[in-house]
């Protein structure tokens, strides 16, 4: 149901959020996060996905697409170890034979690097999370064991979706705030030393004078 699987796509985002992952991208329809985060040389990046395939094919060309794309943000791929955690959230599986995928894979790069998927369904949200919790840092691991009435969970979804916007939201402010004073002091300083130029260069001509 479309309810539970925002709901839980929230929840995971914002507790993320809490513990420190940084949103590196935001689809348009915001169904879609991925979100990195650095820990002891290992760089964690984790992608969240709300979205349905019917068959294994569809997910495995997701998978495989996505990855080419990350691969290709050089900025993004620093540390000695890289881990790509694909979280799935959806109501069905495939229908087909597609748990082969769930296992961690490497993947051809010129750095170590590993992908592993994860498919938050209804019957195995729990084992799943469980799997979550084991690879990532500071993750709770009790997060998707009670879930409130649907009507809770609508009303859940609404409030953490505009506290994580809001948390977005001011951290590109404070950003933008931060570069917006680091340009103002360059331009000072450049002026400053234009200054001190035309000086030595009167004081020059004064001389030779």
């Known amino acids: 149901m479309y309810v539970t699987e925002k709901f839980k796509l929230m929840k995971i985002l914002s507790h993320l959020l809490d513990e420190n992952y940084r949103l590196i991208y935001q689809s348009k329809d915001r169904d ?16 969240l996905l709300h979205r349905t395939y019917d068959w294994s094919n569809q997910l495995k060309r997701d998978l495989e697409q996505r990855i080419s794309s990350i691969i290709k943000q050089k900025r993004i791929l620093k540390g000695k170890h890289v881990h790509l ?76 979706e505009q506290s994580v916007q809001a948390k977005l939201f ?18 000072l300083l450049l002026l400053v030393i234009n200054i001190i130029i035309l000086c030595l260069l009167r004081i020059a001509v004064g001389a030779l004078m």
């Not at 879609?32 to 992608?47: A, T």
């Not at 001011?170 to 331009?187: A, D, V």
Request: charged share 30%; aromatic share 10%.
């Open 85 to 160: 955690h694909f979280i799935y959230i959806s109501d069905l599986v495939p229908v087909d034979n597609w748990e082969s995928m769930k296992r961690s894979m490497p993947v051809r790069h010129h750095k170590a690097m590993d992908v592993t998927v994860y498919y938050l369904d209804e019957l195995s949200r729990e084992e799943e999370w469980s799997r979550i919790s084991d690879q990532l840092p500071d993750v709770n691991d009790q997060l998707m064991l009670n879930m409130p009435d649907l009507e809770e969970q609508g009303q859940q979804s609404i409030y953490l």
């Open 170 to 187: 001011k951290e590109k402010k404070r950003l933008k705030k931060f570069f917006s004073y680091g340009k103002s002091r360059l331009t």
């Open 32 to 47: 879609e996060y991925i979100l990195q985060r650095y820990d002891r040389n290992h760089n964690h990046i984790v992608r």
